[in-house]
């Protein structure tokens, strides 16, 4: 079951539910903003790993179980998606009750909501005039955002979820993104006008 509204996922097994929040707290528990980077990198390269019909390799299956454990409060069961156990000296990969799929699947959903969220055309109007330079991705930057914007403690933004964040800054400032949706708006028909004229 996922919570599109605000990036939340759970999974059933054996009677228990495991809740995956992917707020900054989470993100902070893969580790350092460096450590992120790597750890998102491994895991969109199982999910091409998986689209070409290949196993993953112990790395790309780590990252992506440590980012759903760092999403957890619970203790995921190895049972669950699998995991390598040696045979004389040879890692050998245990199938778990769900398809290794679902785990890179999941894994991904988790960084893409926790790091990206989903921006409106609000949030990338802000995004592009605050010119970030680097890729890497530092929660602290976006907690110290909430605290300053709105208000927040740091416990309770600690807890937000990008999402979260992002729709409470559109709520904060409404008229800002009324404005850049209604330039979007304007953006897309004019592209639509210069589509048309080019089939004539």
């Known amino acids: 079951m996922i919570n599109v509204a605000i990036g939340d996922a759970a999974i059933e097994f054996e009677g228990l539910e495991y809740i995956l929040r992917p707020s900054f707290y989470s993100m902070q528990r893969i580790g350092s903003p460096e450590e992120i980077k ?99 991705f530092d929660p602290l930057e976006f907690v110290s955002s909430a605290v300053c914007h709105l208000g927040l403690s740091f416990d309770d933004a600690w807890n937000l979820t990008m999402i979260q964040l992002q729709r409470a800054i559109e709520n904060k400032f409404p008229e800002d993104k009324k404005k850049a949706d209604s330039m979007m708006t304007a953006a897309e028909l004019l592209a639509l006008k210069a589509k048309i004229k080019g089939r004539k």
């Open 38 to 136: 790597d750890v998102a990198e491994w895991c969109f390269s199982a999910s091409q790993r998986i689209a070409a019909g290949q196993m993953l390799i112990r790395d790309e299956l780590y990252a992506c179980l440590h980012v759903l454990q760092s999403c957890c409060d619970l203790d995921i069961p190895h049972e669950l998606f699998g995991y390598y156990d040696t045979d004389e000296d040879e890692w050998v990969f245990i199938e778990g009750a769900a398809p290794v799929e679902n785990l890179v699947t999941l894994a991904n959903l988790m960084l893409n909501n926790g790091m990206n969220g989903k921006p409106s055309a609000f949030m990338m109007r802000r995004a592009k005039t605050n010119k970030v330079k680097s890729s890497i």
